[in-house]
C-alpha cells in the first residue's frame, strides 16, 4: 500500500473563498506553491486517524511532506504550512529549536488572527465553525466560562493584529522556558507564570508538547541562527502592525527570494520597515 505524493495544485483547498478578504492568503499560498512541497495522500480508507498519527510522528517543523487522508487541505493548513516555510528560509534554513519555536509560534499564532477577521467578515466559514469550537473547550477545560470566552473572542475581532503578537509572544517564550526544564515541577512552574496572560487558557489549545518533543528529537545547533531568531523576535515585538512586519520581512521577501533564487536571512542589523497606511481588510 503506498503513498500518492501530489502538488498543491492536485489538492482541493476546502474552505478558500472565505480567505478571499484576507490579504496575506494569496502571498502565502503563492509562496507554499513556489516552495515544491508535496502531500502523501494515503490508500483510500486508511482514516484519518492514520494520518494524523503519522503527521504527528513524522512531523518536521521546517518542511517535509504531510501525510493526508484524502487529496484535500484546507485554507488555513495552507496559510500554516507556508508560514512555516517562509520563516525557516529567512532564518537561513537551519531547524534549532529556537527556529522551530519561533516558526511554530508564528503559524499558530496567525491562526488566531484569521479567527479575528473571518468571524467578522466569514463568521459561517467551515474555519470559524470548526476552529472556535475547539478553542472553547480548551478555555472551559482551564477555567474559563463562556462569557468569559466570547468576550474574548469579541476582543480578538476588534484587534485581530495585536491578537496575533500577544499570543505569538506567549508561544515562543513559554516554549524557550519549557524546553530549559527536566522535571513536571518545574514546566508546572513555567505555566503558573503565564497564567494570568489573556491567552493563557488557550495555550494547551496549541499542545506544546509536540514543539518539544520534536526539537528534544531533531533539533540542530547554531548559534548564528539563534541570534538571527532572537534579532527577528525583537523586530516583531518593536514593530507596530506585527502582521504588516510580517508580510513585508518575511513574505513578502520570499517572494523576491523564489524570483530570484536567492537566499537573505536575517541578521541582527536587520531594521524595522516603517508602518505603512494599511485597511484591516487587506492585511
Given at each position: 500500500?503506498?503513498?500518492?505524493?501530489?502538488?498543491?495544485?492536485?489538492?482541493?483547498?476546502?474552505?478558500?473563498?472565505?480567505?478571499?478578504?484576507v490579504?496575506?492568503?494569496?502571498?502565502?499560498?503563492?509562496?507554499?506553491?513556489?516552495?515544491?512541497?508535496?502531500?502523501?495522500?494515503?490508500?483510500?480508507?486508511?482514516?484519518?486517524?492514520?494520518?494524523?498519527?503519522?503527521?504527528?510522528?513524522?512531523?518536521?517543523?521546517?518542511?517535509?511532506?504531510?501525510?493526508?487522508?484524502?487529496?484535500?487541505?484546507?485554507?488555513?493548513?495552507?496559510?500554516?504550512?507556508?508560514?512555516?516555510?517562509?520563516?525557516?528560509?529567512?532564518?537561513g534554513?537551519?531547524?534549532?529549536?529556537?527556529?522551530?519555536?519561533?516558526?511554530?509560534?508564528?503559524?499558530?499564532?496567525?491562526?488566531?488572527?484569521?479567527v479575528?477577521?473571518?468571524?467578522?467578515?466569514?463568521?459561517?466559514?467551515?474555519?470559524?465553525?470548526?476552529?472556535?469550537?475547539?478553542?472553547?473547550?480548551?478555555?472551559?477545560?482551564?477555567?474559563?466560562?463562556?462569557?468569559?470566552?466570547?468576550?474574548?473572542?469579541?476582543?480578538?475581532?476588534?484587534?485581530?493584529?495585536?491578537?496575533?503578537?500577544?499570543?505569538?509572544?506567549?508561544?515562543?517564550?513559554?516554549?524557550?522556558?519549557?524546553?530549559?526544564?527536566?522535571?513536571?515541577?518545574?514546566?508546572?512552574?513555567?505555566?503558573?507564570?503565564?497564567?494570568?496572560?489573556?491567552?493563557?487558557?488557550?495555550?494547551?489549545?496549541?499542545?506544546?508538547?509536540?514543539?518539544?518533543l520534536?526539537?528534544?528529537?531533531?533539533?540542530?545547533?547554531?548559534?548564528?541562527?539563534?541570534?538571527?531568531v532572537?534579532?527577528?523576535?525583537?523586530?516583531?515585538?518593536?514593530?507596530?502592525?506585527?502582521?504588516?512586519?510580517?508580510?513585508?520581512?518575511?513574505?513578502?521577501?520570499?517572494?523576491?527570494?523564489?524570483?530570484?533564487?536567492?537566499l537573505?536571512?536575517?541578521?541582527?542589523?536587520a531594521?524595522?520597515?516603517?508602518?505603512?497606511?494599511?485597511?484591516?481588510?487587506?492585511?
Amino acid at each position: 500500500m503506498t503513498f500518492r505524493s501530489l502538488a498543491l495544485t492536485d489538492l482541493i483547498i476546502d474552505d478558500e473563498p472565505s480567505f478571499a478578504h484576507v490579504g496575506l492568503y494569496a502571498p502565502l499560498k503563492a509562496a507554499l506553491l513556489a516552495s515544491g512541497r508535496r502531500f502523501l495522500v494515503l490508500p483510500e480508507d486508511s482514516g484519518r486517524d492514520r494520518a494524523l498519527f503519522l503527521n504527528l510522528t513524522f512531523w518536521g517543523a521546517d518542511g517535509g511532506s504531510e501525510v493526508l487522508a484524502e487529496p484535500a487541505i484546507t485554507a488555513d493548513e495552507v496559510s500554516h504550512m507556508a508560514l512555516h516555510h517562509v520563516v525557516h528560509r529567512a532564518l537561513g534554513g537551519k531547524a534549532t529549536a529556537l527556529v522551530s519555536f519561533f516558526a511554530e509560534s508564528i503559524a499558530s499564532a496567525f491562526d488566531l488572527y484569521l479567527v479575528g477577521r473571518l468571524l467578522r467578515n466569514r463568521p459561517e466559514s467551515d474555519f470559524i465553525e470548526s476552529q472556535v469550537p475547539i478553542m472553547a473547550e480548551a478555555a472551559e477545560d482551564a477555567g474559563m466560562d463562556e462569557d468569559a470566552f466570547e468576550a474574548l473572542l469579541l476582543e480578538v475581532v476588534e484587534a485581530p493584529e495585536q491578537a496575533f503578537e500577544e499570543l505569538r509572544q506567549l508561544l515562543f517564550d513559554t516554549c524557550r522556558d519549557l524546553a530549559a526544564c527536566t522535571t513536571p515541577e518545574g514546566a508546572q512552574g513555567v505555566l503558573s507564570r503565564r497564567s494570568g496572560h489573556r491567552f493563557a487558557p488557550l495555550l494547551h489549545h496549541y499542545q506544546l508538547s509536540n514543539w518539544l518533543l520534536h526539537t528534544r528529537a531533531y533539533a540542530l545547533a547554531d548559534e548564528a541562527t539563534d541570534q538571527a531568531v532572537l534579532a527577528a523576535d525583537a523586530q516583531l515585538r518593536a514593530a507596530p502592525d506585527a502582521i504588516e512586519w510580517l508580510a513585508t520581512r518575511f513574505v513578502s521577501a520570499e517572494r523576491s527570494r523564489s524570483a530570484s533564487s536567492l537566499l537573505e536571512p536575517v541578521t541582527g542589523e536587520a531594521r524595522v520597515p516603517e508602518r505603512r497606511a494599511t485597511n484591516q481588510g487587506t492585511s
